[in-house]
């Protein structure tokens, strides 16, 4: 079990691009998405996780992830997984001694792009970087579970 | 990815225990127990798993099945598990060429004795020993992660 402390951003423009690196596609859903826990699966490269995160706590949760088979991911997020799979292309950039994590998604939630960067602390300083706007840690239609019920698509204008 | 393909029994005497190994004792709990999908957190002897079902289709079912650290399993069961933890002793019973499991309940379930077979076809042929009684299959009452809900103590008499 690890902890995940986290914080997420909107992008505001693609000045990130510059210190990016090629980017891992990823597409996950979710097994279970409720209030004390969610079950995720994720396909991203080659390999596959699957990951289990406790209710959050500010902007900490609980964390525990482990691999498993590629074609069982493939199954689960065929068969068994609730809404619409998130499919988006993950970028990591360094920036002021932490690695930002810039989500670009696709899809049904194509025109969202948000920054992760997860922290040793929570209350750990960070110097922001230009492209990152608001902060949206703790508003939960930009979970990424949420965002498979919810998709940026259907969102109102 | 297995196909689970199961026949569930009520126990009527204690005539099984002449053919019981000595049982293995179980605590479970389900981090999510939806009617598309279950996860269940299962402590074992000395080892923990993780395991994922789909929905039943008559007696069949898809479920995967990993195994976890034990630390991690104690603290899912601790933290994030819905319901009341299942605690059960789970004994094998061979019986004309099926090897039978027997759940003897403890707990909030205690006074539930139930008993399992694991078939290779929906349509296998089975002896059903003499202290299997009354099939509940398909009977949710008798799911454990029903029985983590609406444990068999607080049933109307």
Redesign the interface.
């Known amino acids: 079990?690890a902890t995940e402390i986290e914080r997420k951003f909107l992008v505001v423009d693609d000045a990130w691009r510059e210190q990016a690196d090629a980017g891992t596609e990823m597409v996950q859903g979710y097994?279970?998405a409720?209030e004390?826990?969610t079950?995720r699966v994720r396909l991203a490269g080659s390999g596959a996780k699957?990951t289990?995160k406790?209710a959050s706590a500010g902007i900490s949760r609980?964390e525990?992830e482990?691999d498993?088979p590629e074609?069982?991911a493939r199954?689960?997020l065929g068969?068994?997984c609730?809404g619409t799979p998130i499919v988006k292309r993950r970028y990591r950039v360094p920036h002021a001694g932490h690695v930002w994590e810039v989500d670009v998604f696709e899809g049904a939630n194509a025109g969202l792009v948000l920054a992760e960067v997860e922290l040793d602390r929570a209350d750990e300083a960070l110097e922001r970087p230009s492209w990152a706007g608001e902060e949206v840690s703790g508003d939960h239609r930009y979970y990424n579970a949420c965002l498979s019920r919810y998709p940026y698509a259907s969102w109102p204008a």
Do not use: K
């Open positions: 079990m097994l279970a409720q004390h826990c079950v699957l289990i406790g609980s525990y482990y498993i074609v069982d199954t689960m068969e068994l609730e």
